[in-house]
């Protein structure tokens, strides 16, 4: 099946979509056919492609009506707040047509009637014992399947085509959870999930640091020599930037959407005069060799996940917390100064401050009777800091911040990564 998306920048995830059934390929991600709303009728995931798993899919969708006025908060990290919904206990008559078809056989009766609760149904384990559904940005084989993976163990990771649909996926209850990049120490920050969080109702639940060693990837037998142009996700090109012009190649850069995907359209295009950049694991997945092994342009290169769900967990502090915050303020003297202040006097530091333009008041004219007209930005400020909201310097330092913002919101309270630094095993690029 095709993958439509319309902000496809070119056609090449348009093609990446139109997955040939060879083993090399890795399964079908989440799609979005029309901008808003997930294609159901056109999504594969991990999950599987069979008609019960599309049905068992199209049941969770319907019971999200179901548990929309749910407003339980999940202290477990588990996302069992939602097991009931998704059980079919509470569904319609009209839902029962949507109920997963079991695959026992026999007895068709019984397996069209409601599951009577049990014990088991109450328990807080995650989705009955089945791993939690996480979604990210990518081919399997992406750097953000590795960060699903680091942050949630054992997890069943759920490739999406973009960024927005793995939002969508957590809010329509397809997945438990996203993972998504938030910055990069080459390459600085992500704008787009800055944006989206804004733009979506999501809670950051956590963060994973990741370590990104990145490969040059050709087929078997292609030498740096054949090579005229190099794709990979922007992020991942303009964190080798250098090391391409040091290896001597004289390629084009090509943007796609992910690395891994870069590798395997590479694959299943069978191109032989263009190299990807992506993981070693991407290599593996799409039949590809290694041509140079550690090209990102500094060894310690690291990329900053956030963890995203429906509910917010509930802060302690008995371990370090780091706390997300965006605002906007209006007019005046200083605002900014004041607004960090109010952190500073109470000992708090910031790790990140970044500021978008306001998507809403984008350009103010302001008229000039001597000069004209003059523009100016209006900014969305995002600020990260080291305290947990259970802590009261950091509801007296957010109660100030009030006072000179228009808006304020916290995007989450959650478990600062304190996993010990394991630079890239490689310095440099090495040739094979
Ligand atoms: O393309 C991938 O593999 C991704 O997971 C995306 C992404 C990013 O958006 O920054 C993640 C980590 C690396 O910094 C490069 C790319």
Redesign the pocket.
């Known amino acids: 099946m095709q993958a439509i998306s319309p902000s496809t920048p070119n056609n090449l995830k348009y093609l990446l979509g139109t997955r040939p059934s060879t083993n090399r390929v890795a399964p079908n991600r989440i799609t979005v056919q029309c901008g808003y709303g997930l294609d159901s009728a056109n999504f594969h995931t991990s999950v599987g492609s069979s008609r019960a798993d599309w049905q068992s899919s199209c049941a969770i969708l319907a019971s999200k009506v179901v548990s929309q006025d749910q407003s339980s908060i999940d202290t477990t990290g588990s996302g069992a707040n939602h097991v009931a919904a998704v059980n079919g206990h509470k569904t319609s008559i009209t839902d029962l047509s949507i109920v997963p078809i079991g695959n026992s056989g026999g007895d068709n009766n019984r397996q069209l009637q409601p599951k009577p609760l049990t014990i088991s149904d109450l328990s807080p384990s995650p989705m009955h014992g089945s791993p939690l559904r996480v979604a990210?940005?990518?081919a399997p084989g992406?750097?953000?399947?590795a960060?699903a993976g680091k942050a949630y163990p054992n997890c069943e990771a759920i490739p999406c085509d973009q960024f927005e649909v793995a939002f969508q996926a957590v809010e329509l209850w397809i997945s438990d959870r996203a993972v998504l990049?938030v910055e990069?120490s080459l390459?600085g920050s992500?704008h787009r999930n800055y944006d989206l969080l804004l733009r979506h109702r999501l809670h950051i639940v956590g963060e994973v640091q990741?370590p990104?060693h990145h490969c040059l990837l050709a087929l078997p037998g292609v030498r740096k020599e054949y090579l005229n142009r190099v794709i990979?996700?922007p992020?991942?090109l303009s964190?080798c930037e250098h090391t391409l012009t040091k290896l001597g190649l004289k390629v084009a850069r090509e943007a796609v959407?992910?690395?891994?995907?870069a590798a395997e359209f590479v694959a299943t295009k069978n191109l032989r005069d263009t190299a990807a950049i992506?993981?070693a694991r991407a290599a593996e997945l799409y039949g590809l060799q290694v041509l140079a092994d550690g090209i990102q342009d500094d060894p310690n290169n690291v990329?900053r996940f956030v963890m995203l769900a429906r509910e917010p967990i509930i802060p302690r502090t008995d371990r370090p917390f780091k706390t997300s915050i965006v605002f906007a303020h209006d007019k005046g003297m200083s605002v900014l100064f004041k607004v960090l202040s109010a952190f500073a006097f109470r000992d708090i530091s910031l790790t990140k401050i970044e500021s978008r333009p306001h998507r809403n008041r984008p350009i103010r004219l302001v008229d000039d009777a001597n000069v004209g007209t003059a523009k100016h930005f209006e900014y969305m400020f995002y600020v990260d800091f080291e305290a947990s909201m259970a802590e009261v310097r950091a509801q007296n330092a957010l109660a100030e911040v009030q006072e000179f913002t228009s808006f304020l919101r916290v995007l989450g309270s959650y478990p600062m990564d304190m996993t010990p630094w394991s630079p890239s095993s490689c310095s440099s690029a090495d040739l094979h």
Do not use: F, K, M, R
């Open positions: 990210y940005q990518g992406a750097y953000s399947e960060a990049p990069n390459g992500i990741l990104v990979s996700h992020q991942a964190q959407d992910d690395t891994a995907g992506a993981s990329t």
